[in-house]
């Protein structure tokens, strides 16, 4: 089946987000650092926040989503910070689907994240 740019782009969103939703759902820990912000670390049912692509710069990754009281919004990290690293890698050029499997882990799992 053939698709034209726009549904092309809508799939690519949908699939963007739904591998979002996955970080999410998976167990584990989380220690953020940011600027200003303490790190927090905790046990956790997901690491409490979505990401997305930076529209103007698809190569940032960007915070889409904070959820409520989860470790990220404990440490102060809001919609629209940069993920700049995970356990001190550079998340530039990876996937969402990299970033997933780069981040869950089982619960008691740390992974450290990098905002800013």
Known sequence: M???????TALNRLRRV???????????SLVVTAPG???ATEAFGGVGVLLDFDPNNPQS?????VSYKS?????????????LKID?????????????EKIRG???????????
């Open 61 to 65: 990754v960007l915070i889409f989503s």
């Open 71 to 83: 470790p990220a919004d404990k440490a102060k990290v809001r919609r629209g910070d940069r993920l």
């Open 2 to 8: 053939k698709m034209d740019s726009e549904a092309k």
């Open 37 to 39: 912000a303490a790190r």
């Open 88 to 100: 001190g890698g550079d998340v530039t050029g990876l996937t969402l689907q990299q970033l997933a």
């Open 18 to 28: 739904l591998t979002a939703l996955a970080l999410v759902v998976m167990g584990m």
């Open 106 to 116: 089982p619960v008691g799992t740390q992974v450290v994240l990098t905002v800013q």
